[in-house]
Nanobody, 124 residues
């Protein structure tokens, strides 16, 4: 059983930065893909970014390219999402998810393990 816990959300003004962290309970999670998704009221859960924990693969949705960076914290079993130049449209609950084998890492239905989410609110 893999357990995930997000932290780092908050309220800030447009143009600011936040760093989200996803702590992963599985010590051998280097075999997993870890993804970040977000969901705002009335909308479907949206892919944001993903990383293969062993390295060598990072993927972003177009709207966050150049602003967000996903990385693995090599000292911990954690994956971070550094978010810069935040915009009001980035407001959402952010979730991390993990899966061992994936066909489409942008598809939330392919991830079995999920965290509880952390709220990010960006004011204009």
């Amino acid at each position: 059983q893999v357990q995930l816990r997000e932290s780092g959300g908050g309220l800030l003004q447009a143009g600011g930065s936040l760093r989200l962290s996803c702590a992963v309970s599985q010590r051998t999670f280097s075999n997993y893909v870890v993804g970040w998704f977000r969901q705002s009221p009335g909308k479907e859960r949206e892919f944001v970014a993903a990383i293969r924990a062993s390295g060598g693969l990072t993927v972003y949705t177009d709207s966050v390219k150049g602003r967000f960076t996903i990385s693995r914290d090599s000292a911990k079993t954690a994956v971070a999402l550094q978010m810069n130049n935040l915009k009001p449209e980035d407001t959402a609950v952010y979730y991390c998810a993990a899966e061992l084998l994936l066909g489409n890492l942008r598809d939330p239905t392919e991830y079995h393990y999920w965290g509880q989410g952390t709220q990010v609110t960006v004011s204009s």
